[in-house]
């Protein structure tokens, strides 16, 4: 079966990579690069590292996160990440609109259960 562009096709909510960042950040400040291994235990599985570290510098440009350079002795300099106040109040509201979003999946999906046995098969594959 092919989905046309109108046809829901599954998936996370658009922007969610922001919301996710928003919320490693708080839960700790961070590199660039443990984040990135964080991202996929939040349904991020194939993140390209460019498109991750573009998302934080709009994000510092949004004033959302911000930044300074770590040094040391062991390695290169490393830059993390930290959230502002704006960047707070960003990850309040992405909680908010995410489980008014689950709400609205679970009453579909509740429904859904309740006629699945009663669609007849014919009718459900054209």
Known sequence: MKLSND???GGLPRNYLRASLLL???ETPAHG????EQIGHLGLRNVDPGGLYRALRVMEK??????WWEHSSAGPARRSYRLT???IDWL???A???REGRRYL???LDRYDRIVDTVPVEQSLS
């Open 7 to 9: 046809e829901a096709q």
């Open 24 to 26: 490693l950040i708080a």
């Open 33 to 36: 690069y443990d984040l990135l």
């Open 62 to 67: 949004d004033g959302l996160v911000e930044s």
């Open 85 to 87: 106040e704006d960047g």
């Open 92 to 94: 309040h509201a992405w």
């Open 96 to 98: 908010g609109a995410l």
């Open 106 to 108: 679970t009453t579909y």
